[in-house]
Structure formats: structure tokens, C-alpha cells
């Protein structure tokens, strides 16, 4: 073979073709099983809808490039701190690009029949989205898998590699700074029905 040529699959050794097969199974497996835990997470972490998509994309490239050092039974903890560094790495672009990429709560499909309903929905879900962001990265994460993905602070501690103090201080720290952004609104919210009236 010359040496521009490229290898055919009928050319590859068994074993490298055995291992290719089996790699890109595991791909398979981690992207139908995790794609949506990654989105989720991402979006969670400061990463606009809009962008989400370009994101998993970026966190299942890393994953395919590290698949030999992704332990069996690690993965979603893999996933989760490609997905905070590609988070904080977007964040920061955006931050440098100094644009407003704001997303538009009415724009999402949802089933529900009651118009008022669906508008409530939207505002709580930028707020949330709002308190979320003004929350610090390592505090969001741990808020983020404890209170929205149900996950326990032990699987936490594994999954992030920290102590479990350190997990339960900074769960604390989240409520903490989660409380005072609802009673923040809320005051807004007061005050605002006061100069209507």
C-alpha cells in the first residue's frame, strides 16, 4: 500500500477490527443511555438551549477520544465533568462575545391545555434558569444532581470525587443562595403588584 492510501476495513487487522466494533458500541451505548442527563445538565450549567445541542455533541466527542480511561460503571460521572468543563468554557466565550443569548420560555412545546398555565410554567422556568446562572459553577453542580436529578450526595461525592463534607457544604451553600434569589423575586414581585395598585 502506498503512503497516501488509507486502510480498508478488509485490511485491518482482526483484533483492531474486533476493538473498533466493540468501541464504537460503547459509543452507541453511552449516547442512547446519557444524552439526555448530558443535555439536561449542560442547560443547567449555563449553557443556552440554543447551544445545548453543539454542547452534547462536544461531550461525546471528548468521551470518544477518552474512551479507554472512562471506567465501566463511571460513565455518567465522565459525562458529567466534560459536561461542567464544556459548561464553563461556553460561559466564558459568551461572556468574551458579550452577547445576550437569551432564551425564550414561550418558544417550548408544552401539552398542557391552560394558556395561564403554560406562561406560569415559563416564568418558573426562567427563573430558575435565572437563579441557576447567577449561582457559582461548583455550588450549581452539586445543586443540580442533589435537587433537579434526584441523585444522593454519596453518588455525588463519587461522581465529582469530593468528600462528602465537602458535597454537603456546598448543597447547603446552594439552598442558601437558591433561598435568598426566590425571596429576591418574590420581593420584586411584591413590589411591583404595590405600583399596579
Request: proline fraction near 5%; glycine fraction near 4%.
Amino acid at each position: 500500500m502506498s503512503r497516501g492510501e488509507a486502510l480498508t476495513l478488509t485490511e485491518l487487522p482482526a483484533a483492531a477490527l474486533t476493538e473498533s466494533r466493540a468501541a464504537a458500541g460503547r459509543i452507541a451505548a453511552l449516547v442512547a443511555q446519557h444524552s439526555k442527563f448530558v443535555w439536561r445538565s449542560l442547560v443547567r450549567l449555563g449553557v443556552p438551549r440554543a447551544d445545548a445541542e453543539d454542547a452534547v455533541q462536544q461531550v461525546f466527542l471528548v468521551a470518544t477520544r477518552k474512551l479507554a480511561v472512562i471506567e465501566t460503571g463511571r460513565e455518567s460521572a465522565f459525562l458529567f465533568c466534560t459536561a461542567q468543563r464544556i459548561a464553563w468554557h461556553a460561559r466564558r466565550t459568551q461572556r468574551r462575545r458579550r452577547e445576550v443569548l437569551e432564551d425564550k420560555p414561550h418558544d417550548r412545546v408544552d401539552p398542557a391545555p391552560d394558556p395561564e398555565e403554560m406562561v406560569d410554567r415559563g416564568r418558573a422556568r426562567a427563573a430558575l434558569d435565572a437563579i441557576l446562572e447567577s449561582m457559582p459553577l461548583d455550588l450549581r453542580a452539586v445543586f443540580v444532581l442533589f435537587e433537579l436529578e434526584q441523585m444522593t450526595m454519596a453518588a455525588i461525592a463519587v461522581m465529582l470525587e469530593l468528600p462528602p463534607g465537602t458535597v454537603a457544604s456546598r448543597l447547603r451553600r446552594a439552598r442558601e443562595h437558591f433561598q435568598a434569589a426566590v425571596r429576591r423575586l418574590e420581593a420584586r414581585g411584591h413590589s411591583r403588584d404595590e405600583c399596579d395598585e
